[in-house]
């Protein structure tokens, strides 16, 4: 089982910049999928960054490419933990949401079903 708690969230005006965090740990953290998810009320979570730790490929949904960037690295301070990012530039109006990190075993898919880790999420408001 894995555990996951991310931190960053707030307010911010259009155009400016947050950074996501999300502490990672749990006996099965290697050959995962870590992703973020982000949901407005009455929508659908969706899915908009990913990462796999081996080989560390990142993915990213339209919606964010180029604005957006995940990166994940060990934490050094723990013996099976990570240290999960994202950047957040560029912001819009439209990036508000609730934020949350997620883990899956394996291959790294966009649907949040399919994801069985959560965070408690953190909020980001764009004015």
């Known amino acids: 089982h894995v555990q996951l708690v991310e931190s960053g969230g707030g307010s911010v005006q259009a155009g400016g910049s947050l950074r996501l965090s999300c502490e990672v740990s749990?006996?099965?953290?290697?050959?995962?999928?870590f992703a973020w998810f982000r949901q407005v009320p009455g929508r659908e979570r969706e899915g908009i960054a990913s990462?796999?730790?081996?080989?560390?490929?990142?993915?990213?949904?339209?919606?964010v490419k180029g604005r957006f960037e995940l990166t994940i690295s060990r934490d050094s301070a723990k013996i099976a933990a990570y240290m999960m990012y994202l950047q957040m530039n560029s912001l819009k109006p439209e990036d508000s949401a609730m934020y949350y990190c997620?883990?899956?075993?394996?291959?790294?898919?966009?649907?949040?079903?399919?994801?069985?880790?959560w965070g408690q999420g953190t909020q980001v408001t764009v004015s």
């Open positions: 990462v796999h730790t081996e080989p560390g490929t990142t993915y990213y949904a339209d919606s």
């Open positions: 749990g006996r099965s953290v290697n050959d995962n999928c």
């Open positions: 997620a883990a899956r075993p394996q291959s790294c898919t966009w649907s949040a079903g399919d994801f069985r880790s």
